[in-house]
């Protein structure tokens, strides 16, 4: 995959205060169910950075992945409830050739 322009900011500019003083986004009825009621405050802070970084580059698209889910209702939802200017695209789940749906988390399986 070609890459012709890359931003790449620093913890400290995403997060002035602090990542554990950082802001994050309440996202009541889908924060808090299914794989987020088993990371509380996953999502709330996932939804924060999502908002940072587009407030910074401003994209009229962004692209996730269908495999998270919960994580792209979540996105479509933020960015409609607050308004923001972005097309939220779904992107089809690529799975390897035995059929498992490719994460980086995969590093984590075993053969059993």
Known sequence: MNCDL???????????NGFVNAVRIDMP???DVLCGG????HFEALAGTV??????VQPG????GEKDFQQLVL?????????????????????TPDGLAMSSRNQYLNER
């Open 6 to 16: 890359l931003h790449r900011p620093s913890a400290a500019e995403l997060y002035p």
């Open 29 to 31: 009825g889908i924060a």
């Open 38 to 41: 088993l990371r509380p405050g």
């Open 51 to 56: 908002n940072r970084l587009s407030n910074i």
């Open 61 to 64: 698209i962004a692209i996730f």
């Open 75 to 95: 996105i479509r939802r933020m960015v409609d409830e607050l308004r923001m200017p972005i097309n939220i695209v779904g992107a089809p789940v690529v799975r």
